[in-house]
């Protein structure tokens, strides 16, 4: 959501901002789509298995293409290397902060060149139970742990929707 803002930040319609928030949110989460490798059969420490591949920082801007150039489309904009930039941050970002949480077997970040699963030093995220676990206790206390280290963007996401809407509607 913050870097939808950042993507708008001249925008003056919440309709766009909106877009870019659900396209970049969309992008945040699109490594994890690999929990389709346990339907599969893939062993979670497999290159393809869950937090591997699909969460490699090389992986990041190849993954970007989806939701942004669907973005730029629907913003009925040329698909834009800017949008692609922040795109592939943002899909970096997940498997840097899922290095940051305490449980799981680690984040192939560097795929293809070594499969070896990495965690931060410091692993201060707990990590969300899988598929229909989430609504959970557990899922409960984890969405609200990471809603408290993740407020100020939201706030910086949300703040800058509602000013930006006032602005337009002026
Ligand atoms: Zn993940």
Known sequence: MAAG??????????TAIARSMFWMGLASMLPDADVIAFALGIPYEAPFGHRGASHALLAAPILALIPCVAL???LRTRPSLRTWIIGS?????????????????????????????????????????????????????????ELAYFAPLFLYALWGFIRRGDRAER
Not at 5 to 14: D, I, L, M, N
Request: no cysteine; net charge positive.
């Open 5 to 14: 803002r950042v993507h708008q930040r001249s925008a003056t319609s919440r």
């Open 72 to 74: 730029d489309l629907l």
């Open 89 to 145: 941050i943002v899909v970096a970002t997940h498997g840097l902060l899922d290095s940051l949480t305490d449980g799981g077997l680690g984040i192939a970040l560097l795929w293809p060149f070594s499969n070896e699963r990495f965690f931060a030093p410091w692993q201060p995220i707990p990590v969300a139970p899988i598929g229909r676990a989430f609504f959970s206790r557990w899922g409960l206390e984890v969405a609200l742990t």
